[in-house]
Structure formats: structure tokens, C-alpha cells
């Protein structure tokens, strides 16, 4: 499959002396790996070349309070209020559909390509972030770029490309009730470790992934980049053209039927090879938390902390104050985070709506929910998922980035538990000396209500 | 600029899967320009609570002034796709990073701004690692890194990327050149699409 969409793009093919030029069928933009790539743009007197491949939204520095988004109240840093403000110059002096602060379609750039039908299979798809791999989710070959090359695909609709290497991730059997797509993408980073994917485009395959909905397979191509690869795909079948049909900029009537056509085609050949593959049953797995300060650091959530005596994974346990042989479900949570481009989706909020209805937050705990983008949190008020987070006592917030990175002020407070459904565990990624443990929703709404790291399967699903 | 030699004390830093949110938090990333990272590289590893720098952190001890090599932990970069951590790295004082291994898009964010990445094999790194502030020289024409005894090791530099760094070429340069095969392509698709 991704040689498929490889060559289906190649400009210029690629030689001894100068890489592919590959040509990039949609860029994604926002507003924090933008403004030099502008800059640069201007300085040599280019012009936008594709702005029908290219959109804007504001998504990581963006305030989530919604009398700051909608409210008139200014936003707190002052710089975000600048980077913000710069985007709209970009956007309007180039000529790019941007979603500004108020846009009824905005959200982070990884759920609204998905939820407005522009993300496809076969596609071609960058942006200046490295969670771009969401979208290969369709069968599409979505990676993150630097803000260098942002101005490249700016300006020529174009990348240098060297040919990656391909990994077969096969998943058999199916997930165990109460075990959730991010459990198996903790459990495979753990597998192939943080930099096991490095060089190597992923295809996740087999009977668990072809099971799943493109919310789940979303939540995996999302945390590729954790294992070190630039791309994870799934080929497209008909979950994903399902899906598809409904969104607003997928192609329609007779151009609807030729592309399902060209998609059918994508998927793998039969007795293809991959340059490496790994096997996993997914029917063994349990919940999945973190322990560490990064994604490779993770155990089931029925085991405890392991040892391993170098100074690395020391100076990761001291700076989350555990021990190793100490139970995963004795570490106290303080903070709980829904949201982020992998599990902030409509399923994700259902989901942990699901397990903390009727329930309060233990004492002491503060929750924070952060739709993926105005869309979902719509839909999610609309079935009265915001009125189980307010009951439990959790804040319920417009949507954005907000503590998966803490760029816009909704930080977790030094030496503090976060539980979160984002995909990074990086000392200070939610705040300076923030100690975050990431987990699926599921797990993330039953230990917002012990006020500890709980087995979800122990609350209703 | 064109990057053609590199002479200079090392610096080390043994941490394996330093990520670029280390090396620039996300809290600065606020900014609009290139300039001025270099103040907050390593910010939460360089400097305490309340912004003092800490002696013991490698970085502010007197020997790293003015050293332009990191040697770095395996896997360096990982993470977050920011530009921003190359940029820190240069502004304050970097011009290459010696490492066993570097994540993707770190790799590529560093050649595109002059920022040598160079993968060198174990036994040499550990050495690196375990002699931190000897004087080394990186040659880019001929790929190779000299250590203080002489001896020279080779080093993997994607062909396009060297020509690139010698001659101080743009890769933007290259790909406006390709205009007329960019519009022979987007012709090409247009037709095939619908």
C-alpha cells in the first residue's frame, strides 16, 4: 500500500545524487510551525502555489475557556495572542482557508481533516506536526514535517523525499472487552520501543485493526511517530468509506463512485513483503498505562513498575516519584485530561462518559475535558455527554490542543499525577514537573473517580 | 552558508531518548521568528525553579562555552516535529550533534538548517561519551569525524544533503527548479482523478 501511494506521487523519481520529489496532495497548517515559513516565503517574494491543497486552523496556543474563544476576554499570553493574529495575516495576505478562533468547523488540524472528508485514501498528506500520522488511518501517507519544509510545501506543493523502509504491525485476534485501541498502540510501542519504527513506515494489519472504527484505527496511525515512524497506515475498506460518505468535502455522485474505484485498489497485494514485521495478539492484552517519561515506558495495568537498572530509567522513575516492583494501580492521580488529536474524538468522550456516569471525581482530583474540535463537542452536547462531566465535576472546555502540551495555559501543576488520553509522557510535556501517565479514556475516567490509576473493567461497559 | 569543516571541543550529554520537547519546551514556541532559542535550550534540565541556571547541568558548566559538538544520548530528537530545537541548538552555539541514532524528523529539521547530524558507531560514542571536552574535527566532503588520536571514522550523510551543505545550496532553490515537472504532474493527476 505504501508503495502504491508512493509512486502514484513521485514527481521527480529519486536518484543516487537527489532524493524523490514528491508531490503533496494536502497540507495542513496551524498556526505555531507556520510563521517562519511565511516569513521565508515573503522575504523571496514567492507566492502560495496549491492554496486549494492547503488549510488553516488554530489548534496549540489557542485558549480552550470559552469567554476567551468566544467571550471577547483576551487571550492570557500575550505571545499565543500574536501567533494567533499572525496566522490571520498569513492566511489572508496567501490566500489559505483559514478556521479562526470562532469557526464553528475549527479544531485540531488532526481531527478536522478527517471530520470534513479531506483526509482520503491515497492521499498524500502533510503538516507541520508530528501527529500527523492520524490520518494514514484512511490508507492515506500522512507524515509531519519541519516548519523548512512547511515553506517548501508552501511554495512548491513539493518535498525531497528519501523512500522509507515498510514494518508489518499484524494484530490478530480481537481486543478483549473493556481493552481499547490505545491500549494496543502502548502495547506495541512497548513492543518495538520509542525508536523501533525509526526510518520505517508502518501498515497495521489484521483481523483487530479490519475490526475496528476509524475513530480506533485513528487513535493508532496517531502514536506511529511515538515508535519512532513518520507514517503508520491502514488500508481503506469499507469502515473507512462508510465513514467517508458522510463528510462534507468527500468527493460526490459519479466522482464518489471513481474514487471508492481507485481506493478499492490501495490495500496491500497478497504476498507482498515488508522490510521488517512484528506479530501481536491483541486477545492477551490489558489496559495500558504509562510509568516513565516516555511512551516506550509503559506496563499492563495489572502489573507494576519494572526495573532495569540504568541511569536513564532511574532519573525517569525519580522524576515520577515511583519505585520499581510498586503496583501500577497503587500511583495516586491528581489530574485527569480527555482530549487530544488521539483520543478526542466522539468515541473516546463517549467512552469515558460511559464509565463515569453516575459518578463523582474522587476528592481532590480535577478533570479537564477538551473536545478534538467545535464538531465534537456539538455532537457530545447534543447526546448530553458534557452533562455527565459536569455532574462527576469535571470542567468541560471549547475545543484545542490545550494540556496534551499546555502551550496555552491549561498546564498541570508541578509533581502532580496527570492520568491523560494524550500521547506524550516527556518530562514537562503538561507542565513543568508534571508527572503524566497515559491511558485510554476508559482508564483515565475510573481512576478520575478512585482518585488512583483503576482497571476500567472494574465500572460498568 | 555553506557547512564544510567542523573543529571543535565536544560537549556530552549521555541521555538516550532526549525529545525535542527537552531540548525546547512547548511554552516557548510561541515565538514568530527564528532568532533567540538558544536562551531557553534544555530551559527545564538548565535552569531551577526560579530561572537560576543550575551549575551541574553540562551546559552551564564553563567548559561548554564555546564548544559547537554535542554528543548526544542514542536516539536523540524524538518526538514533536518542532524546527524549534535545531534552531535552539544553533543559536546557542551548535554546529553538529554526534549521536548512534536520531530520530526522523529531528534529522531532517537539522540538515535543512546547517545543523550537522552525524551517526557514529558504539564503541566510538561510548568513547565520545566518556571523554567529553576532547577536540574533534568533522569533515563534510569526505564524511568523516578525526579524533584526537588521528584516527578517523566514517560517518552515513544522504548525498543530496551533503551537496547541499558544501555548497551552501537551497533545497527551495532546487525544488522552484523543478517547476516545470511539478506542472507536467499536477496536469497529469487532474486527469487521472476525475
Same mark, same amino acid.
Request: aromatic content about 6%; overall charge negative; proline content about 5%.
Given at each position: 500500500?505504501?508503495?502504491?501511494?508512493?509512486?502514484?506521487?513521485?514527481?521527480?523519481?529519486?536518484?543516487?545524487?537527489?532524493?524523490?520529489?514528491?508531490?503533496?496532495? %494536502?497540507?495542513?497548517?496551524?498556526?505555531?510551525?507556520?510563521?517562519?515559513?511565511?516569513?521565508?516565503?515573503?522575504?523571496?517574494?514567492?507566492?502560495?502555489?496549491?492554496?486549494?491543497?492547503?488549510?488553516?486552523?488554530?489548534?496549540?496556543?489557542?485558549?480552550?475557556?470559552?469567554? $476567551?474563544?468566544?467571550?471577547?476576554?483576551?487571550?492570557?499570553?500575550?505571545?499565543?495572542?500574536?501567533?494567533?493574529? $499572525?496566522?490571520?495575516?498569513?492566511? $489572508?495576505?496567501?490566500?489559505?482557508?483559514?478556521?479562526?478562533?470562532?469557526?464553528?468547523?475549527?479544531?485540531?488540524?488532526?481531527?478536522?481533516?478527517?471530520?470534513?472528508?479531506?483526509?482520503?485514501?491515497?492521499?498524500?498528506?502533510?503538516?507541520?506536526?508530528?501527529?500527523?500520522?492520524?490520518?494514514?488511518?484512511?490508507?492515506?501517507?500522512?507524515?509531519?514535517?519541519?516548519?523548512?519544509?512547511?515553506?517548501?510545501?508552501?511554495?512548491?506543493?513539493?518535498?525531497?523525499?528519501?523512500?522509507?523502509?515498510?514494518?508489518?504491525?499484524?494484530?490478530?485476534?480481537?481486543?478483549?472487552?473493556?481493552?481499547?485501541?490505545?491500549?494496543?498502540?502502548?502495547?506495541?510501542?512497548?513492543?518495538?520501543?520509542?525508536?523501533?519504527?525509526?526510518?520505517? *513506515?508502518?501498515?497495521?494489519?489484521?483481523?483487530?485493526?479490519?475490526?475496528?472504527?476509524?475513530?480506533?484505527?485513528?487513535?493508532?496511525?496517531?502514536?506511529?511517530?511515538?515508535?519512532?515512524?513518520?507514517?503508520?497506515?491502514?488500508?481503506?475498506?469499507?469502515?473507512?468509506?462508510?465513514?467517508?460518505?458522510?463528510?462534507?468535502?468527500?468527493?460526490?455522485?459519479?466522482?464518489?463512485?471513481?474514487?471508492?474505484?481507485?481506493?478499492?485498489?490501495?490495500?496491500?497485494?497478497?504476498?507482498?513483503?515488508?522490510?521488517?514485521?512484528?506479530?501481536?495478539?491483541?486477545?492477551? %492484552?490489558?489496559?495500558?498505562?504509562?510509568?516513565?517519561?516516555?511512551?516506550?515506558?509503559?506496563?499492563?495495568?495489572?502489573?507494576?513498575?519494572?526495573?532495569?537498572?540504568?541511569? *536513564?530509567?532511574?532519573?525517569?522513575?525519580?522524576?515520577?516519584?515511583?519505585?520499581?516492583?510498586?503496583?501500577?494501580?497503587?500511583?495516586?492521580?491528581?489530574?485527569?485530561?480527555?482530549?487530544?488529536?488521539?483520543?478526542?474524538?466522539?468515541?473516546?468522550?463517549?467512552?469515558?462518559a460511559?464509565?463515569l456516569r453516575g459518578h463523582k471525581l474522587?476528592?481532590? *482530583?480535577?478533570m479537564?475535558v477538551?473536545?478534538?474540535?467545535?464538531? *465534537?463537542?456539538?455532537?457530545?452536547?447534543?447526546?448530553?455527554?458534557?452533562q455527565v462531566f459536569l455532574d462527576a465535576g469535571a470542567?468541560?472546555?471549547?475545543?484545542?490542543?490545550?494540556?496534551?502540551?499546555?502551550?496555552?495555559?491549561?498546564?498541570?501543576?508541578?509533581?502532580?499525577?496527570?492520568?491523560?488520553?494524550?500521547?506524550?509522557?516527556?518530562?514537562?510535556?503538561?507542565? $513543568?514537573?508534571?508527572?503524566?501517565? %497515559?491511558?485510554?479514556?476508559?482508564?483515565?475516567a475510573?481512576?478520575a473517580i478512585?482518585?488512583?490509576?483503576?482497571?476500567?473493567?472494574?465500572?460498568?461497559? | 552558508?555553506?557547512?564544510?569543516?567542523?573543529?571543535?571541543?565536544?560537549?556530552?550529554?549521555?541521555?538516550?531518548?532526549?525529545?525535542?520537547?527537552?531540548?525546547?519546551?512547548?511554552?516557548?514556541?510561541?515565538?514568530?521568528?527564528?532568532?533567540?532559542?538558544?536562551?531557553?535550550?534544555?530551559?527545564?534540565?538548565?535552569?531551577?525553579?526560579?530561572?537560576?541556571?543550575?551549575?551541574?547541568?553540562?551546559?552551564?558548566?564553563?567548559?561548554?562555552?564555546?564548544?559547537?559538538?554535542?554528543?548526544?544520548?542514542?536516539?536523540?530528537?524524538?518526538?514533536?516535529?518542532?524546527?524549534?530545537?535545531?534552531?535552539?541548538?544553533?543559536?546557542?552555539?551548535?554546529?553538529?550533534?554526534?549521536?548512534?541514532?536520531?530520530?526522523?524528523?529531528?534529522?531532517?529539521?537539522?540538515?535543512?538548517?546547517?545543523?550537522?547530524?552525524?551517526?557514529?558507531?558504539?564503541?566510538?560514542?561510548?568513547?565520545?561519551?566518556?571523554?567529553?571536552?576532547?577536540?574533534?574535527?568533522?569533515?563534510?566532503?569526505?564524511?568523516?569525524?578525526?579524533?584526537?588520536?588521528?584516527?578517523?571514522?566514517?560517518?552515513?550523510?544522504?548525498?543530496?544533503?551533503?551537496?547541499?551543505?558544501?555548497?551552501?545550496?537551497?533545497?527551495?532553490?532546487?525544488?522552484?527548479?523543478?517547476?516545470?515537472?511539478?506542472?507536467?504532474?499536477?496536469?497529469?493527476?487532474?486527469?487521472?482523478?476525475?
Amino acid at each position: 500500500m505504501f508503495e502504491k501511494v508512493w509512486e502514484n506521487h513521485v514527481v521527480v523519481p529519486e536518484t543516487a545524487d537527489t532524493p524523490a520529489v514528491l508531490f503533496i496532495d %494536502l497540507h495542513l497548517t496551524h498556526e505555531v510551525t507556520t510563521p517562519q515559513a511565511y516569513t521565508e516565503l515573503r522575504s523571496r517574494g514567492l507566492k502560495l502555489r496549491r492554496p486549494d491543497l492547503t488549510l488553516a486552523t488554530m489548534d496549540h496556543s489557542t485558549p480552550t475557556r470559552t469567554e $476567551q474563544v468566544f467571550g471577547g476576554v483576551p487571550i492570557a499570553v500575550d505571545s499565543a495572542a500574536k501567533q494567533v493574529r $499572525q496566522l490571520e495575516i498569513n492566511a $489572508q495576505e496567501f490566500g489559505v482557508e483559514l478556521f479562526n478562533l470562532q469557526d464553528s468547523r475549527r479544531g485540531i488540524v488532526h481531527i478536522i481533516g478527517p471530520e470534513l472528508g479531506i483526509t482520503q485514501p491515497g492521499k498524500t498528506i502533510v503538516c507541520g506536526d508530528s501527529h500527523t500520522s492520524t490520518h494514514g488511518a484512511f490508507g492515506a501517507l500522512a507524515f509531519g514535517i519541519g516548519t523548512t519544509e512547511v515553506g517548501h510545501v508552501l511554495a512548491t506543493q513539493c518535498l525531497l523525499q528519501r523512500r522509507p523502509k515498510t514494518f508489518a504491525i499484524n494484530v490478530a485476534g480481537r481486543l478483549p472487552q473493556g481493552v481499547t485501541a490505545k491500549d494496543l498502540i502502548l502495547a506495541i510501542i512497548g513492543k518495538i520501543g520509542v525508536s523501533g519504527g525509526t526510518g520505517h *513506515v508502518l501498515e497495521y494489519r489484521g483481523p483487530a485493526i479490519e475490526a475496528m472504527s476509524m475513530d480506533e484505527r485513528m487513535t493508532i496511525c496517531n502514536m506511529s511517530i511515538e515508535a519512532g515512524a513518520r507514517a503508520g497506515m491502514i488500508a481503506p475498506d469499507a469502515t473507512t468509506f462508510e465513514y467517508l460518505a458522510a463528510t462534507p468535502r468527500a468527493p460526490k455522485g459519479a466522482d464518489w463512485d471513481a474514487a471508492v474505484a481507485r481506493w478499492s485498489k490501495l490495500p496491500t497485494d497478497p504476498g507482498a513483503t515488508f522490510d521488517r514485521s512484528i506479530e501481536i495478539n491483541a486477545a492477551e %492484552l490489558v489496559p495500558m498505562v504509562t510509568y516513565g517519561t516516555h511512551p516506550g515506558m509503559v506496563a499492563p495495568i495489572t502489573g507494576s513498575v519494572p526495573s532495569q537498572g540504568d541511569a *536513564v530509567f532511574e532519573k525517569a522513575l525519580k522524576y515520577m516519584g515511583l519505585k520499581a516492583g510498586e503496583p501500577i494501580v497503587n500511583v495516586p492521580v491528581n489530574n485527569v485530561f480527555v482530549g487530544s488529536c488521539t483520543n478526542g474524538r466522539l468515541s473516546d468522550l463517549r467512552n469515558a462518559a460511559r464509565v463515569l456516569r453516575g459518578h463523582k471525581l474522587a476528592d481532590g *482530583v480535577k478533570m479537564l475535558v477538551v473536545p478534538g474540535s467545535q464538531a *465534537v463537542k456539538r455532537a457530545a452536547e447534543a447526546e448530553g455527554l458534557h452533562q455527565v462531566f459536569l455532574d462527576a465535576g469535571a470542567e468541560w472546555r471549547e475545543s484545542g490542543c490545550s494540556m496534551c502540551l499546555g502551550m496555552n495555559g491549561d498546564l498541570v501543576p508541578t509533581g502532580h499525577y496527570s492520568i491523560s488520553t494524550s500521547n506524550r509522557n516527556f518530562e514537562g510535556r503538561q507542565g $513543568q514537573g508534571a508527572r503524566t501517565l %497515559l491511558a485510554s479514556p476508559e482508564t483515565a475516567a475510573a481512576s478520575a473517580i478512585r482518585g488512583r490509576v483503576t482497571d476500567p473493567r472494574e465500572f460498568n461497559q | 552558508m555553506a557547512v564544510k569543516n567542523i573543529r571543535s571541543r565536544t560537549v556530552a550529554l549521555p541521555a538516550t531518548n532526549v525529545d525535542t520537547d527537552q531540548i525546547i519546551p512547548a511554552r516557548f514556541l510561541t515565538a514568530t521568528s527564528k532568532a533567540g532559542f538558544g536562551k531557553h535550550l534544555f530551559a527545564d534540565w538548565r535552569y531551577d525553579a526560579d530561572g537560576n541556571p543550575k551549575p551541574d547541568f553540562v551546559l552551564n558548566r564553563p567548559e561548554a562555552k564555546g564548544a559547537a559538538i554535542l554528543i548526544a544520548g542514542r536516539n536523540i530528537g524524538c518526538g514533536s516535529s518542532r524546527e524549534h530545537a535545531p534552531w535552539a541548538l544553533q543559536d546557542f552555539g551548535f554546529q553538529a550533534v554526534i549521536s548512534t541514532e536520531f530520530a526522523d524528523i529531528f534529522r531532517t529539521n537539522s540538515l535543512k538548517n546547517g545543523l550537522l547530524p552525524v551517526v557514529i558507531d558504539e564503541s566510538t560514542h561510548a568513547w565520545l561519551l566518556a571523554n567529553p571536552g576532547v577536540e574533534v574535527s568533522i569533515d563534510v566532503e569526505s564524511t568523516t569525524l578525526t579524533l584526537p588520536d588521528g584516527s578517523q571514522v566514517k560517518f552515513p550523510l544522504e548525498g543530496f544533503a551533503r551537496f547541499c551543505l558544501l555548497n551552501g545550496v537551497d533545497e527551495l532553490g532546487f525544488l522552484l527548479s523543478q517547476h516545470t515537472a511539478i506542472s507536467a504532474y499536477e496536469r497529469a493527476a487532474s486527469e487521472r482523478n476525475h
